[in-house]
């Protein structure tokens, strides 16, 4: 059975590239466009994992990851920032705000898929970066 993916997104080029990487990399995708749209979305639909971009409209990741975190349906999801925030201590930001994991964007289609499979492998208690 295909692991399930929130993919928490607003840019529509970002998007279309997504959601091939996670297609391929074997993932069923779900998508929000926003961070109040992510949490309708993880508490309904019930993600394995969730990949989020930190600068989003109605809603920032840093907002989403706050009400995530307070909502005992959602809470223990592994989610993974995904975000152009790669200045020195922006990592630390997020893992600070509750992301199990950080990748900064532009990366690879291997890491990806190898910050997945650590936040899948190890839990939402591990944190990883990419």
Not at 15 to 27: H, K, R, T
Not at 94 to 102: P, W
Request: glycine share 8%; charged share 25%.
């Amino acid at each position: 059975m295909k692991k399930r993916v929130l993919l928490v997104e607003d840019d529509p080029g970002t998007i279309d590239v997504m959601c091939q990487e996670l297609s391929f990399l074997g993932y069923e995708v779900i998508l929000a466009r926003n961070g109040a749209e992510a949490l309708e979305k993880a508490s309904a639909e019930t993600p394995d994992i969730i990949v989020m971009d930190i600068r989003l409209p109605r809603m920032d990741g840093f907002q989403a990851m706050t009400g995530l975190r307070s909502n005992s349906h959602t809470r223990s999801i592994p989610v993974l920032a995904s975000t152009a925030m790669a200045m020195p201590g922006d990592k630390e930001k997020c893992l600070a705000a509750g992301f199990n994991g950080y990748i900064a964007k532009p990366f690879t289609h291997r890491e990806l898929g190898v910050a997945l499979k650590d936040l899948l492998t190890n839990g939402p208690d591990e944190r990883v970066s990419g």
